[in-house]
């Protein structure tokens, strides 16, 4: 028998127990924060992995609850924290709980005086952002406010309404703000020295006035999303407020300065139609001019704009029948797919080639998901039905198929995106449902076992 030196043998040993961490390294899932609205990506993407692909028999298990005053924002989640902001009576609350267990840790809450005008609820349509350490919220009636993480305390607000001039909206403020860097950029569609502004950008550490961006489209309720486009880092906004005749369309922000690099009009004729689903990058290809979509449901349809290196803009294609109400669409395999339809009753899934426009499919997918919001993991594509329906469905350029479905609750207004993090999915019912349970935030177990 061959007889090796103590050296070797613990050198041969550390080999080993090398590759079995290397293996159970790669095959330990994918995690990942949902910061803000629209996930990490800012773009109903994130990495995550290890997922529950089969629902249970009797349904998806959800590890706790908590009730839900009025609003349509969805949560924020970071550093085993969820921050969820909401109407309680006559206060905007602005709520921090352990993100595993629902466990409270604080409470912040502020008078947000706010009648609506065209129905629609009174609580805030955005959602919270959290970003080194802070959390940023802009409540219903122009109230931005930055606060610790840790403990919720005021770092600096701003009265923006009051400030700014913010014009009158259909339904209150309601365009989530965009952290980049050391900024945050909030669409105010306000005036500031007699001149018209659609958004501004603030210190995230002090609340100073960086920045504004001098146009006079109004506010919508897309939420500005980060680009990267010819070199240089821009603020895609999608533009649009209150206004005779409505006027609205894409804006292409230098994120250092403000300055408007490009604009693109969208807007539907109708004075009381509104612009809500966020830009998406539908290619970032510089060589052949890269690509952005925006889409709204009440008559123009989806527009993909093709834009320069120097900034110049034209329409790649438009296509009217393509529009999406609330939800981001997704863009992947070279095609962007999303929820057609200004009624539930009228939605289907629909995919159109980024390059030509043409569409490849479209189709109800068995029915009963209405507008629904599509979530992408690294496993397979979540849909979120507006009646409480959760779905893995398989799409591509060829089609689209449901996989597996399961029944969270039932109740109508299910229409704030999802969030998913470190294995677990939050979903929002936003209605009482038929069991007559009030509104609430559900923390659901995804992990696969």
């Known amino acids: ?35 803000h609205l629209l996930g990490p990506s800012h773009n109903c993407t994130t990495p995550e992995s290890g997922l529950l692909r089969k629902f249970p028999a009797d349904g998806l298990r959800a590890i706790w609850e908590m009730p839900l005053g009025s609003g ?57 952002v959290i970003a080194d350490g802070r959390v940023f919220t ?33 339904f209150g403020f309601g365009s989530t703000p965009l952290v980049m860097g050391s900024r945050v950029v909030v669409q105010i569609g306000g005036v500031i020295d007699g001149k018209p502004v659609n958004s501004v950008a603030f210190d995230t550490a002090t609340g100073k006035l960086l920045w504004t961006v001098a146009h006079e489209w109004g506010a919508s309720y897309a939420s500005p999303v980060p680009a990267r486009l010819h070199g240089r880092d821009c603020v895609l906004v999608f533009a649009g407020g209150m206004s005779r005749p409505a006027t609205g369309g894409l804006l292409v922000v230098d994120a250092a300065d403000g300055k408007v690099l490009a604009s693109a009009p969208h807007r539907a004729a109708i004075a009381e139609s509104v612009n809500v689903s966020s830009p998406v990058v539908a290619s970032a290809d510089e060589g052949k001019g890269a690509r952005i979509f925006v889409s709204e449901v009440y008559t123009a349809g989806g527009l993909c704009v093709e834009i320069a290196k120097d ?72 849909c979120l039905g507006e009646f409480g329906d959760l779905a893995w469905i398989e799409i591509s350029p060829k089609g689209g198929k449901v996989i597996g479905r399961t029944k969270l609750f039932d109740a109508p207004e299910t229409w704030t995106p999802p969030a998913l993090s470190h294995g677990l999915l939050y979903v929002q019912q936003n209605e009482p449902d038929r069991d007559g349970r009030r509104p609430r935030l559900i923390c659901y177990d995804l992990r696969a076992k």
């Open 311 to 382: 900034f110049a803009t034209k329409t790649a294609w438009q296509e009217e029948n393509f529009g999406m109400y609330w939800m981001t669409p997704l863009v992947r395999d070279g095609c962007i797919f999303g929820f057609t339809g200004q009624s539930e009753q009228l939605a289907e899934l629909t995919c159109r080639e980024v390059v030509s426009g043409r569409e490849m499919w479209h189709d109800d997918l068995g029915r009963g998901f209405g507008r629904a919001n599509l979530l992408a993991t690294a496993d397979g594509v979540l």
């Open 72 to 128: 349509m924002g969805g949560p924020a989640i970071s550093g085993g924290r969820i921050v969820v902001f909401h109407r309680i009576e006559e206060k905007e609350t602005v709520e921090c709980r352990d993100a595993a267990t629902g466990k409270s840790q604080w409470k912040f809450d502020c008078a947000a005086p706010y009648q609506p005008r065209y129905g629609g609820g009174r609580g805030p349509r955005t959602s919270p």
């Open 1 to 35: 028998m061959k007889i090796f030196p103590l050296t070797v043998i613990a050198a041969l040993c550390a080999s080993a127990l090398f590759c079995v961490s290397s293996s159970i390294a790669a095959e330990k899932p994918a995690v990942a924060d949902w910061p």
């Open 138 to 170: 802009f409540g219903i009636s122009g109230r931005l406010h930055c606060l610790d993480l840790a403990s919720g305390k005021v770092i600096w607000e701003h009265d923006c309404a009051r400030e700014y001039a913010m014009r009158p909206a259909f």
